[in-house]
């Protein structure tokens, strides 16, 4: 069962400069603590899970966290340990690019001096412009950012990589009252495009470097899950995404259903390609081995107590006390030398990568009870097709076996809040517009 399990997601830092108002992660002055924990532990007990649970199958090593940029340092640490024992394919992060842009040099060529020829992969986090990401993020955080990115452009010029590759992509996250402004003033969309192209357009006229790369399309924007939506909200995103369409745009949504329906009938026979890599070739490692870095700091009591004791807004705080976050800590955390609970743990998870009945089944019914209860458009109840589409999507497009725990308590069905979301327009707006799309 563990030939396939080839990527691991590392748990690298606690502590981050931005309070960014959707992140899933309330911060607590407990974090602090927990940071100087963390970075003890990466050198130990972290390494040490590494090695036992993956060996020489690890090829894809993602470091992950509040802000894996804070430490560079003890990542490139890990990096050299790992390679002892395994050839990476790929190491990535995620960041704010809110740091000296020699931070991220010198770590790019440390990287590139350890003679491994593997691929870099670099998560930038910019929601749009001022308007968009100062409002997410921080007041003057686009400004640092887009500066950031251009001196990284210019400054890779200089550096000749002799044995990485470094691939950039755009990652943008809009709320809702991002949208009900673009709403209200749909130049806002044309604008939101206009500031991503012309940071791909500084890159394509600068970037001399042949072995560093952009993903240009990659800032098409995505929803802040997970979130507590409601009727209205879905309504409001559907506005979005027909004001998007009329003006011949994507969302990262398209994309998702377009493969879902040009992969449908392979998906049918390998189901676990329609879904999330979490719990089925990637795992997250810390103190334990977890489905994904979504439940990092779950199991540590202080922390969890320090939420609990703030008032603190945030989607996380509910679920700890409704104590889905027990059947986490007790059924899917095994220790990595823990044997016969990670074949437990390993068999439990192939039975939502692997099989769809239970998953469609339990989705298409809470769908029905939402039509039912006025919560989602009735059209729902009368399409049987366009509902069971709207469970495949929900499986595939949004596929997070440990979303659904945190929120449900079990692996197989997706939070309502998603399904209102999806469920008051947005969904056959959707549809409408990637049919569409297809007869082209």
């Keep these: 069962m563990k030939e396939n399990i080839v990527a691991a997601e590392l748990l690298t830092c606690g502590i981050c400069p931005l309070r960014c108002k959707y992140c899933y992660i309330p911060k607590t002055k407990e974090m602090k603590e927990l940071h100087k924990e963390i970075l003890k532990?990466?050198?130990?007990?972290?390494?040490?899970n590494l090695k036992t649970f993956y060996g020489a199958r690890l090829k894809y090593l993602g470091f992950w966290g509040t802000e894996p940029a804070t430490t560079f340092k003890e990542e490139l640490e890990v990096v050299k340990e790992v390679l002892k024992f395994t050839p990476l394919q790929e190491v990535s992060f995620s960041t704010s690019f809110i740091f000296p842009v020699k931070d991220y040099l010198?770590?790019?060529?440390?990287?590139?001096?350890?003679?491994?020829?593997?691929?870099?992969?670099?998560?930038?986090?910019?929601?749009?412009?001022?308007?968009?990401?100062?409002v997410n993020?921080?007041?003057?955080?686009?400004?640092?950012?887009?500066?950031?990115?251009?001196?990284?452009?210019?400054?890779?010029?200089?550096?000749?990589?002799?044995?990485?590759?470094?691939?950039?992509?755009?990652?943008?996250?809009?709320?809702?009252?991002?949208?009900?402004?673009?709403?209200?003033?749909?130049?806002?969309?044309?604008?939101?495009?206009?500031?991503?192209?012309?940071?791909?357009?500084?890159?394509?006229r600068n970037n001399r470097n042949k072995r560093v790369f952009l993903k240009f399309g990659s800032y098409v924007p995505t929803l802040v899950v997970p979130g507590k939506y409601t009727v209205e909200d879905g309504k409001v995103f559907a506005e979005f995404l027909r004001n998007l369409h009329r003006k011949g745009k994507?969302?990262?949504?398209t994309f998702r259903l377009l493969r879902l329906l040009k992969n449908?009938?392979?998906?049918?026979?390998?189901?676990?390609?329609?879904?999330?890599?979490?719990?089925?070739?990637?795992?997250?490692?810390?103190?334990?081995?977890?489905?994904c870095h979504r439940l990092f700091y779950l199991n540590c009591d202080k922390y969890i107590e320090s939420v609990l004791a703030t008032d603190i807004e945030n989607w996380d705080v509910s679920v700890f006390e409704r104590g889905f976050i027990n059947i986490i800590r007790e059924k899917f955390s095994p220790k990595p030398d823990d044997e016969e609970e990670i074949i437990r743990f390993l068999y439990v998870l192939r039975s939502y990568h692997d099989f769809w009945r239970l998953k469609l089944a339990s989705s298409e019914a809470l769908v029905i009870e939402l039509a039912r209860a006025n919560l989602v458009d009735k059209i729902f109840l009368e399409s049987k097709e366009l509902r069971l589409l709207l469970a495949l999507f929900l499986h595939t497009g949004f596929s997070c076996p440990a979303e659904n725990l945190l929120n449900t308590g079990n692996l197989y069905t997706p939070p309502t809040s998603l399904i209102?979301?999806?469920?008051?327009?947005?969904?056959q707006e959707l549809v409408r517009h990637v049919l569409s799309r297809r007869t082209k």
């Design 41 to 48: 532990n990466l050198k130990t007990v972290f390494l040490t």
């Design 106 to 134: 010198e770590f790019l060529i440390d990287l590139d001096k350890l003679n491994y020829p593997f691929k870099v992969k670099m998560q930038i986090s910019l929601d749009g412009p001022e308007w968009i990401t100062d």
């Design 137 to 204: 993020r921080r007041k003057g955080a686009t400004q640092i950012i887009i500066k950031n990115f251009k001196e990284l452009i210019d400054k890779l010029n200089d550096i000749e990589f002799r044995n990485i590759r470094l691939d950039l992509h755009w990652k943008s996250t809009i709320s809702i009252e991002n949208m009900k402004l673009m709403n209200s003033n749909t130049h806002l969309i044309d604008e939101f495009f206009a500031f991503f192209e012309g940071l791909n357009d500084y890159f394509r």
């Design 250 to 253: 994507d969302s990262s949504y």
């Design 264 to 291: 449908y009938r392979y998906m049918r026979i390998k189901s676990n390609s329609g879904t999330c890599s979490g719990g089925d070739s990637n795992f997250g490692v810390s103190d334990r081995i977890l489905i």
């Design 420 to 427: 209102k979301l999806w469920g008051n327009g947005a969904f």
